[in-house]
């Protein structure tokens, strides 16, 4: 496997959409994503969700984090998400976060603490997928936790909560 830092300029959503199926699919351990909903990012498909899946199938231990600003879209529109979260809610969480970050605007996701993909906002599909970058991905990361820390579970894989 090539180890070297590698950084791609990602130009549309389309190439978002694919540099996030490829970071889903480079997670071996742990898969950090926030959004501000998943409704056109590529959650509701077939190859996304089997992705995801296959990773929380490799491995009881793995962990895989959702946040994002609305939950709706997700049970809504992206019915594979909450079919996931039900099969592997030891291991895979859904949260949203409260109104006072809804100002945050720039989503991202993380894979194993070494690589990462973002976009420079909400409404600008520009982005960067970097593989092999610890130091940026470590940080995305602990930003994600702050923000986990002060949401709350945005999905409940009960029959009420969906």
Same mark, same amino acid.
């Given at each position: 496997?090539?180890?070297?830092?590698?950084?791609?300029?990602?130009?549309?959503?389309?190439?978002?959409?694919?540099?996030?199926?490829?970071?889903?699919?480079?997670?071996?351990?742990?898969?950090?994503?926030?959004?501000?909903?998943?409704?056109?990012?590529?959650?509701?498909?077939?190859?996304?969700?089997?992705?995801?899946?296959?990773?929380?199938?490799?491995?009881?231990?793995?962990?895989?984090?959702?946040?994002?600003?609305?939950?709706?879209?997700?049970?809504?529109?992206?019915?594979?998400?909450?079919?996931?979260?039900?099969?592997?809610?030891?291991?895979?969480?859904? *949260?949203?976060?409260?109104? %006072?970050?809804?100002?945050?605007?720039?989503? #991202? @996701?993380?894979? /194993?603490?070494? +690589? *990462?993909?973002?976009?420079? %906002?909400?409404?600008?599909?520009?982005?960067? #997928? @970097?593989?092999? /970058?610890?130091? +940026?991905?470590?940080?995305?990361?602990?930003?994600?936790?702050?923000?986990?820390?002060?949401?709350?579970?945005?999905?409940?894989?009960?029959?009420?909560?969906?």
């Amino acid at each position: 496997m090539n180890n070297e830092l590698q950084h791609t300029p990602l130009s549309g959503i389309t190439d978002y959409i694919n540099a996030l199926d490829t970071l889903c699919g480079l997670a071996q351990h742990s898969l950090f994503i926030f959004e501000k909903n998943f409704g056109e990012t590529g959650f509701n498909s077939a190859a996304r969700h089997d992705i995801l899946r296959h990773f929380l199938l490799a491995n009881p231990a793995n962990r895989l984090h959702l946040l994002t600003h609305d939950t709706r879209t997700a049970t809504q529109y992206c019915p594979r998400l909450p079919l996931l979260l039900r099969q592997f809610s030891h291991n895979m969480h859904i *949260y949203q976060t409260p109104n %006072h970050l809804h100002h945050l605007s720039e989503p #991202f @996701a993380v894979a /194993d603490e070494s +690589h *990462y993909v973002r976009r420079f %906002h909400f409404d600008d599909p520009h982005g960067l #997928f @970097a593989r092999n /970058d610890p130091e +940026h991905a470590r940080a995305f990361k602990s930003q994600f936790e702050e923000m986990w820390a002060a949401s709350h579970s945005g999905i409940t894989v009960t029959t009420l909560g969906l």
